[in-house]
């Protein structure tokens, strides 16, 4: 999520400015999430593998050593949370720059002739109007990582040792996983359980946050 955020921003301000060849690295950056996430995964976990993957290759050729990114836990965390990370900083990018380009720049112009610095333009002026953007967007992408069943499952399964399991990977792994217990009522009561856990968190940050201050207030 901090990752998602902290680059989506960082990348939806490079693209705000005015460089060549913007549309094309808007179109490269948004690739990640236009892929189908099946795709994603099967060819991540090929990128991962161990002696024929891009990612192997690219540590050998700079002097590193090869690392069994799937059979290790910690680099198998690693290697998912990695993948996470590309597919979700497209849509912070996307969302946060359609925020941008609605403010106008009269704003920045007066902050400017008033001696505001760029830190105090984006703190003072980017950041709170980007707020009713950047709320939802966290809500959505909270529950959407939550439940990243099919990275989690295509790449690693929740292994190894279960070091890459959620709570909903291992939902699944108990109820239709290899070693499932067939377990059907218990997969249904966690599943529940997830729910409000997710429902609460929804509650409680959008409540916190004000991001429905300006419904209450119509």
Wanted: glycine share 8%; hydrophobic share 55%; proline share 5%.
């Amino acid at each position: 999520m901090i990752f998602h955020f902290s680059i989506g921003i960082g990348l939806a301000l490079i693209m705000n400015q005015k460089i060549r060849f913007k549309g094309l690295y808007r179109s490269l950056i948004v690739i990640p999430w236009a892929i189908p996430a099946v795709i994603v995964g099967l060819t991540w976990r090929q990128e991962f593998h161990a002696q024929y993957g891009f990612v192997n290759a690219l540590i050998t050729a700079l002097g590193g050593q090869p690392v069994s990114w799937l059979d290790e836990p910690t680099a198998a965390f690693i290697a998912v949370v990695f993948v996470n990370i590309w597919l979700g900083v497209p849509f912070y990018m996307v969302m946060l720059l359609g925020g941008m380009q609605s403010i106008p720049g009269e704003y920045y112009e007066a902050a400017s002739m008033d001696g505001a610095s760029a830190w105090q333009r984006f703190n003072r002026i980017t950041m709170p109007l980007l707020k009713p953007i950047v709320i939802p967007a966290v809500t959505l992408d909270v529950i959407w990582t939550f439940n990243k069943l099919d990275i989690i499952f295509l790449i690693t399964g929740g292994g190894p040792q279960e070091s890459t399991n959620i709570l909903v990977s291992a939902l699944y792994n108990a109820a239709f996983g290899p070693a499932a217990t067939q377990e059907l009522g218990f997969a249904a009561a966690f599943s529940i359980i997830i729910f409000i856990i997710l429902f609460l968190f929804a509650l409680i940050w959008i409540t916190t946050s004000g991001g429905l201050k300006e419904i209450y207030d119509r």
